[in-house]
C-alpha cells in the first residue's frame, strides 16, 4: 500500500480512442506529478499540480491533458495518441518538496 | 540545463558490498533522493540527503558532497532481492511542488 493508487493498471488504445488516467492520494499532499517512464529514459516530468495549480508543464504535447478536481485526485486525459506514448505513467504526490510517494504506474500501449 | 549522471549498469554478489555513483548538475540544488524500483513496480523511497555527508540507513547508506556535485548509494550485505533499478533524484528548488529531476538508473543484479 503506497498511498498512490493509480488505475487503471494496464491500458491498451488505439490512436483514435479518447482514455483517462486517475490517481487518488490518501496521504494528505499538496503537491501532484504525472511522469513518462520509457525503456533506457530517465523519468520524465509532464505535469506538476500544486495546490491544485498546475505549476509546471513540460512542454507536453496537447494530447495529453491534466485535470486536478481537489488536492487528492489527479487525471491524465488522452487522445489521438501516437505509438511513441507508449509508456509507464506514474503518478506521485509529495507535501512541499519532500520525498515523492509514486503510484504503482499505468502501463499504456497505444496501437 | 539540468543533468543527472549515473552508471547504467552494475554486477554483484550476495553478501558483497556495491556502490552507486551520481553526479549532477542543476540549476540549483535543495536535496536529492535516492529511489529504488523493481521491474514493473512503482519507484520507492530510499534516503534523502541536503547535507554533506553520511546518512546510513540498515543496510544502506548515501553520501553526498554538494561541492563536487556528487553522491553515492552504498548497499552491503547484498541480497538477491536488492536486484532493481538505483534512481538518482535531484529537487532544485525549495519552493512547494518542485519536481524531482531524475537520472536515467543504475541496473543493479545480484548474483549467488
Known amino acids: 500500500e503506497t498511498g498512490v493508487t493509480q488505475t487503471p493498471r494496464h491500458l491498451v488504445m488505439g490512436m483514435t480512442n479518447k482514455k483517462s488516467l486517475k490517481c487518488e492520494q490518501h496521504?494528505?499532499?499538496?503537491?501532484m506529478y504525472w511522469y513518462k517512464q520509457s525503456a533506457k529514459k530517465p523519468l520524465e516530468l509532464m505535469f506538476v499540480?500544486?495546490?491544485?495549480?498546475?505549476?509546471e508543464n513540460n512542454s507536453v504535447p496537447s494530447r495529453f491533458s491534466p485535470e486536478c478536481p481537489n488536492s487528492s485526485h489527479l487525471f491524465l486525459h488522452l487522445h489521438t495518441l501516437q505509438p511513441e506514448d507508449s509508456a509507464l505513467y506514474l503518478c506521485?504526490?509529495?507535501?512541499?518538496?519532500?520525498?515523492?510517494?509514486f503510484g504503482q504506474g499505468t502501463r499504456l500501449t497505444v496501437v | 540545463g539540468q543533468n543527472i549522471d549515473q552508471p547504467t549498469e552494475m554486477t554483484a554478489t550476495e553478501g558483497a558490498i556495491v556502490q552507486i555513483n551520481c553526479t549532477y548538475q542543476?540549476?540549483?540544488?535543495?536535496?536529492l533522493f535516492w529511489y529504488q524500483q523493481h521491474a514493473g513496480e512503482a519507484p520507492t523511497f530510499l534516503s534523502y540527503?541536503?547535507?554533506?555527508g553520511l546518512e546510513e540507513k540498515g543496510r544502506f547508506s548515501s553520501f553526498l558532497s554538494r561541492s563536487k556535485g556528487y553522491s553515492y548509494l552504498l548497499l552491503k550485505e547484498l541480497q538477491m532481492k536488492d536486484s532493481a533499478s538505483y534512481l538518482c533524484?535531484?529537487?532544485?528548488?525549495?519552493?512547494?511542488?518542485?519536481?524531482?529531476?531524475f537520472g536515467k538508473g543504475t541496473t543493479l543484479s545480484v548474483s549467488s
Open positions: 533524484a535531484v529537487t532544485p528548488e525549495t519552493r512547494a511542488g518542485t519536481a524531482l529531476i
Open positions: 496521504l494528505g499532499h499538496n503537491a
Open positions: 540527503n541536503v547535507l554533506d
Open positions: 542543476t540549476s540549483g540544488f535543495n536535496g
Open positions: 506521485a504526490s509529495s507535501q512541499d518538496n519532500t520525498e515523492a510517494f
Open positions: 499540480y500544486s495546490l491544485e495549480e498546475r505549476v
